[in-house]
């Protein structure tokens, strides 16, 4: 399934989400989802642009050697012999929310993804939580776009620690993001948190669904982070960024 067959209807999702805090696992689950093309539904049903499409106001890079730059109404990460993660951040932190972009992949030899409720450490300022994966999906290996890593804590939580560990779960997870993932086009995410449950859509079908209920590394807010993965080289582009606050 492409971008441009999914997310038909918005308002519907809106008025469910914003209806009832989620507090269980039997929280009520979406019946549409965001469409980031469509930006007059967005701002009537309460979205906000966090890209203005022109410049990088209201964001700041952290982190490594890559550059992030606007191209053609789109942010775009890039770099060559990266030396360590590489961030654009917000500046300002969010906790509950629906969050919706597109991203495409230029370069498949590096590695990416997009920070949510994250922080940086004081001195060398490592970025770490809650991190919705973009793959360097190679030809017999994983796919897990849209699944969720926790950045220099606790590795992957979905599929991995809270979404199925097993070698099973993880080969199913792989197929649907074969399945779901457009390499020449772009690709809708939707991010939605609200207290500990945190979804994530690909191009109009579910993929991480879990409760974080780990006392010591459950993260409440933070800030949104576009990254550029260390390494030999990484490219990519992310357009249409909007968010929901809950």
């Not at 053609?72 to 500046?91: M, V």
């Not at 590795?155 to 199925?164: A, F, M, R, S, T």
């Not at 579910?206 to 209920?213: C, L, N, Q, S």
């Amino acid at each position: 399934m492409k971008c441009s067959l999914v997310f038909s209807s918005i308002l519907i999702t809106v008025a469910l989400c914003s209806a009832q805090p989620v507090c269980c696992e039997n929280a009520p689950k979406a019946s549409a989802l965001p469409d980031p093309t469509n930006e007059a539904a967005l701002l009537e049903a309460g979205f906000k642009p966090l890209f203005n499409g022109k410049d990088l106001a209201g964001w700041k890079k952290v982190g490594g050697n890559a550059s992030y730059e606007v191209k053609n109404g789109a942010i775009r990460g890039f770099g060559t012999k990266i030396n360590r993660n590489t961030f654009l951040r917000t500046e300002k932190d969010y906790s509950d929310f629906i969050f919706v972009f597109q991203m495409k992949m230029l370069d498949r030899k590096g590695n990416s993804g997009c920070q949510f409720r994250s922080n940086h450490r004081e001195g060398n300022g490592r970025v770490y939580g809650y991190q919705c994966e973009h793959d360097n999906f190679k030809k017999g290996k994983r796919a897990w776009t849209a699944g969720v890593y926790d950045e220099a804590r606790r590795g992957w939580l979905y599929p991995g620690k809270l979404g199925g560990n097993d070698e099973v779960t993880k080969q199913a997870f792989t197929e649907q993001g074969v399945k779901l993932f457009d390499w020449d086009g772009w690709n809708t995410i939707v991010i939605r948190c609200q207290g500990r449950h945190i979804q994530t859509w690909l191009n109009g079908e579910k993929r991480a669904d879990f409760i974080d209920k780990d006392e010591e590394n459950f993260s409440p807010e933070g800030f949104f982070g576009l990254q550029v993965h260390s390494g030999e080289s990484g490219d990519i582009l992310w357009r249409n960024i909007y968010i929901k606050e809950l």
